[in-house]
Nanobody, 116 residues
Framework: QVQLVESGGGLVQAGGSLRLSCAAS????????MGWYRQTPGKQRDLVAR???????NYGDSVKGRFTISRDNAKNTVYLQMNSLKPEDTAVYYC??????????WGQGTQVTVSS
C-alpha cells in the first residue's frame, strides 16, 4: 500500500507558474513509473506527464514545452513544474504510481485554477 499526497496547487494568473509535488509514503526506488493526470468536470482523466525510474518522460500534447516532470528518489517525491499556464490547464491534478504490474495507486488530487 502506497499513499500519495499532492501539494502545490492553487490559483494563478495566466502566464504564471506552479510546481506540484507528490510525496510517497515509502521509497519510490522500486517504482518504475510515476506521473500525473488531470481531470475537469464531465471529462475523463487525461495524461499530463509520466516518468520512469530511468528518467524516460512522456507528456500530453497540450502541455509539451510548458510542463516538466521530475523525480527525486531520495525524497520519495515526484514533481510537476508548470510554466506558461493557461486557463485551459484548470483541473484537478492527480499523482499516480504504478507500484506493480497490476496495481496503480492514486493521490487525492490538488486543484489548479488558472485565471485569464
Amino acid at each position: 500500500q502506497v499513499q500519495l499526497v499532492e501539494s502545490g496547487g492553487g490559483l494563478v494568473q495566466a502566464g504564471g507558474s506552479l510546481r506540484l509535488s507528490c510525496a510517497a509514503s515509502e521509497s519510490i526506488n522500486s517504482i518504475n513509473t510515476m506521473g500525473w493526470y488531470r481531470q475537469t468536470p464531465g471529462k475523463q482523466r487525461d495524461l499530463v506527464a509520466r516518468i520512469t525510474n530511468g528518467g524516460s518522460t512522456n507528456y500530453g500534447d497540450s502541455v509539451k514545452g510548458r510542463f516538466t516532470i521530475s523525480r527525486d528518489n531520495a525524497k520519495n517525491t515526484v514533481y510537476l513544474q508548470m510554466n506558461s499556464l493557461k486557463p485551459e490547464d484548470t483541473a484537478v491534478y492527480y499523482c499516480y504510481a504504478d507500484v506493480s504490474i497490476v496495481n496503480r495507486y492514486w493521490g487525492q488530487g490538488t486543484q489548479v485554477t488558472v485565471s485569464s
